[in-house]
């Protein structure tokens, strides 16, 4: 007897979405999927109460037989003869998915017939070129020196605003000498030439609609003894008047400063080999550790906004599907974003998926259940609630509503637009099993090893998503909160939109170690590449590193292979069709949840798909071409101006093995604003340093409180190279006048990895309250993070508890010499059982292996009566 179909997998979306953290499931459980399978009358109990055992299967949760199969020749006419499929019936067939005929996609024009397009997964005429109604050009503006390449692409819609893919792109042409190039195809390469003022320059025609992009050319000539820098934003390509480039000397010391014209334009004295840096207040500080100005005297350097400045998003409405017919009452599901420009790690956190917000489920009993913003869970027949998607600053129009002047809200980046995707699926009520709760459960795992599984989760996306931003409330007190702004615009994504119907597998490279451990979690996302928006995950595939805990993930449930992880995913689809597929596979570390001291160690390597394959078993699986890059651990930075352990002041060092060939350091501070300071490895391993800032400018090395403690730290090594593979880029040819430029990192890079340090802090335990009474001889506990106390070989350092004023036997200073948890970090110390008095200080430190302060220093005081 066949086992039954219980789509328990969807319930899995539940709890990857953190509802139902560790519910299971039974490999050999069928999902059923909704739609043309259309069951026949009569009950049954088992499979063979159907007529034909081999081609149905008895789904005992409704008591009817539904068409099944083994191969996909079972889903055929010629075998199924007078039980056919009519929704077979077409050019593409069906698939045997998970023992159901579904009906087969395409996810490319190569797909279908020589007339025919690929669209929305489909097969079908080409779109008419009339019906081309608008267009814009990304990128839409771009501003450089002569034989700079740059590569455009094209976005089509309907007079209603749809996306529309024409069949042979648009055709391009020049309109001025300033840049050459040209021809037909959804992109065109085009290479600046003459020198002159902004001006409309490359032209896309498609149909009737008209599209152009702005181009500055830069003269050619750059002064002697000196270095030309461009400073632009990195999401809208426009050029950033006064801003601050600066010139330093490798050991630090400021040689010179000049600010950027309107143009983003400014020229500094300089040579040799120094350190260049830009600085906007608006936007993200970044500096060169050693540019040779003698090798590249004309030099282009993107910036970024700050993340938390401004905040806003979409909210997005998922579209209710058509009734199924099936009795048994459903609950909706779906988990939505925004596209992600540039690398995964610029994002800002919350940004992905959401904030995280409490929501009450109605299933099964009622109950609050944290949520990211992102999900949305009802009841079918119910209003599904809106999620939200936040997003980060690019461009618009004036179709945003609200947006009397486009340019001036670009310029002042309170705008954007991207492409909403969202994942979404649907489970009976009565499979729910709420009370399957487990803390401290990996939602993201879950939901990656559970989704290959079903095809029962579909993909929407709103390619042209636009979006207002305004200033970030608590701000100017020193704590944002973008959690709190409500989103003005809206999108609509259908809740069944495109099937998730390319199931296939991904070989992961050995995992890098941790601190001796491998890291114990792998991802795998399938997205395409959007020009001028992101990348769109179109599906997930996820596996755990820790039976065993060794270089490769474990033996995957529907592959069943070590180091192979599955996943499921759509084709480019709602306007993204022609457009590269590109996978990510990523790897982490939970250490954190064990060890308070421990930081976040990252990896991902990246490999681009040519097409998609139906793969269900994996045995042809995808093999990345680079391995994952070693986590950075090493890593040391003296943030202090003085000498210490080794390191000069604002020195930093690392050891940094080859392939890679950039190091990005990142430090944050508590608005979120960054300083990324860029080194080449072998920079490094000599040591870099970092200047201060100009006069004016804050010090985002330091956190900004009134302690002056120090930033967030965060150190990446990535491997980029052009499309030779063995064309590595480091910094200086990243930023050159004519290289691939800094804005294109995410697209160059090909492996990275990243140790997420955070900063040291103390709190206190207990005394939990200022100016609460402790008893003689109390013990007091605090809880330290991102620093390991203890006297032992690997420790960081000590804890310190200054007792100060009240009565005679309190200036006593006490230290910890170990952790009495590890994984809490809570070190716990002993009073003086003489001390009393009131208005006793309590000041809790951090101290080196040698027992002198921390500099900065790590501090925090309460105030005791001990009677």
């Known amino acids: 007897m066949s086992p039954s179909p219980r789509p328990l997998l969807l319930t899995a979306l539940v709890c990857a ?176 030439r003459v020198p002159g003022a902004e001006q409309d320059v490359v032209e896309a025609r498609v149909g009737s609609a008209v599209c152009r992009a702005r181009v500055m050319v830069l003269s050619p000539d750059v002064p002697d003894g000196g270095v030309r820098v461009l400073v632009f934003d ?12 600066a010139v330093s000397e490798v050991g630090g010391k400021m040689l010179s400063v000049a600010l950027t014209g309107l143009d983003g334009v400014a020229w500094v004295p300089a040579s040799g080999t120094v350190g260049l840096s830009a600085f906007h207040p608006d936007f993200g500080y970044l500096t060169l550790a ?43 599901l779906g988990m939505t974003g925004l596209s992600v420009p540039g690398l995964f790690s610029e994002l800002a956190s919350g940004t992905l998926l959401g904030f995280e917000r409490e929501v009450e489920v109605s299933a099964g009993g009622t109950r609050r259940l944290p949520l990211p913003s ?59 099993p709420l009370n399957a709760l487990e803390p401290g459960a990996d939602p993201l795992l879950m939901l990656g090893r559970l989704l290959p599984l079903s095809p029962r989760f579909y993909s929407s996306v709103a390619r042209d998503a636009a979006f207002r931003l305004v200033p970030t409330p608590g701000l100017s007190t020193g704590e944002p909160r973008p959690d709190t702004v409500a989103y003005s615009e809206s999108v609509s994504l259908d809740f069944e939109g495109v099937r998730l119907a390319f199931p296939f597998a991904v070989r992961v490279p050995e995992l890098p170690r941790y601190r ?36 490769n993930t474990d033996a995957d449930v529907r592959v069943g292979r070590s180091g192979v992880v599955a996943l499921r995913m759509a084709p480019a689809h709602h306007g993204l069709e022609g457009q590269p ?36 078993l994996g045995e042809h699986p995808v093999e990345p071409t680079v391995d994952f890059l070693p986590i950075p651990e090493d890593a040391r930075y003296n943030f202090d101006g003085a000498e210490a352990h080794g390191l000069q002041g604002r020195e930093l060092r690392a050891d940094v093995d080859e392939p890679a060939t950039l190091v990005r350091v990142v430090f944050t501070d508590r608005l979120g604003r960054r300083w990324t300071v860029l080194a080449s490895p072998d920079e490094l ?44 880029l480091g910094p200086s040819r990243l930023v050159a006048a004519g290289g691939p430029g800094l804005d294109h990192v995410g697209d160059l890079t090909r492996a990275a990895s990243s140790l997420d340090v955070g900063r040291p802090e103390v709190t206190w335990l207990y005394p939990e309250l200022e100016g609460q009474r402790l008893s003689r001889g109390s013990a007091v506990r605090v809880r330290v993070t991102g620093f390991r106390p203890g006297a032992s070989a690997g420790a960081d350092g000590r804890v310190r508890v200054m007792v100060r004023g009240g009565g005679k036997g309190c200036e006593e200073i006490l230290v910890s010499d170990s952790a009495a948890s590890p994984a809490t970090g809570e070190v716990q110390l002993q009073l003086p059982v003489n001390c009393s008095g009131t208005g006793v200080s309590l000041i809790a430190s951090l101290e080196d292996t040698e027992g002198a302060l921390l500099r900065p220093p790590v501090f925090t005081s309460r105030g005791v009566d001990i009677p």
């Open 17 to 192: 979405l953190g509802t139902l953290a560790g519910c299971g499931m039974n490999a050999d459980e069928i999902p059923g999927i909704p739609g043309d399978n259309k069951p026949l009358p009569g009950p049954c109990a088992v499979d063979q109460d159907c007529p034909n055992p081999s081609l149905f299967i008895c789904n005992t949760a409704l008591s009817r037989c539904e068409p099944a199969c083994r191969t996909r020749e079972d889903c055929e006419e010629g075998k199924r003869q007078q039980y056919a499929l009519p929704m077979c019936d077409n050019p593409l067939g069906c698939q045997c998915d998970m023992n159901r005929c579904v009906v087969g996609l395409c996810a490319a024009d190569a797909d279908c017939g020589v007339d025919e397009v690929c669209r929305d997964g489909a097969c079908g005429a080409p779109p008419a070129p009339a019906l081309a109604a608008s267009c814009q050009v990304t990128p839409e503006v771009v501003v450089g020196s002569p034989e700079l390449s740059v590569v455009f692409g094209v976005w089509v819609k309907d007079a209603s605003g749809r996306p529309v893919v024409p069949r042979d792109g648009a055709t391009w042409s020049s309109l001025s000498p300033m840049a050459t190039g040209g021809g037909t195809g959804v992109r065109a390469a085009f290479t600046l």
């Open 581 to 616: 597929y590109r996978l990510l596979v990523g790897a982490t570390s939970r250490a954190a949840l064990d060890d308070a001291s421990a930081g976040t160690a990252t990896g991902f390597v990246v490999a681009d798909l040519p097409g998609l394959t139906f793969d269900p």
């Open 516 to 551: 001796g451990t491998y890291l114990d979690r792998a991802y795998v996302v399938s997205t395409v590449v959007a020009p001028g928006r992101g990348l769109v995950p179109l599906g997930l595939g996820a596996a755990a590193n820790v039976a065993p805990a060794d270089p």
């Open 290 to 332: 050693r540019h040779d100005v003698d090798d590249h005297r004309d030099v282009r350097m993107a910036l970024r906004r700050n993340p938390q400045d401004f905040s806003g998003g979409v909210r997005v409405d998922f579209v209710e599907p058509r009734a199924a017919g099936v009795p048994a009452p459903m609950l909706r």
């Open 374 to 432: 992102g999900t949305a869970l009802w009841l079918e027949g119910g209003t599904p609630p809106p999620a939200s998607a936040p997003g980060v600053a690019g461009i618009c129009d004036g179709a945003l509503a609200g947006v009397l002047n486009p340019e001036e809200a670009i310029l002042s980046g309170t705008c954007g637009t991207r492409a909403a995707w969202g994942l979404t699926g649907s489970v009976p009520v009565a499979e729910l």
């Open 234 to 245: 990195e999401l809208t390509g426009r050029p950033l008047p006064l801003a601050s480039v």
């Open 685 to 728: 391993e000599e040591g870099i340093r970092v200047p201060r800032p100009p006069a004016g400018l804050e010090d985002r090395t330091y956190f900004g409180d009134h302690l002056g403690s120090r930033a967030l730290l965060r150190v990446e090594v990535l491997q980029v190279t052009g499309r030779d593979a063995r064309d590595t």
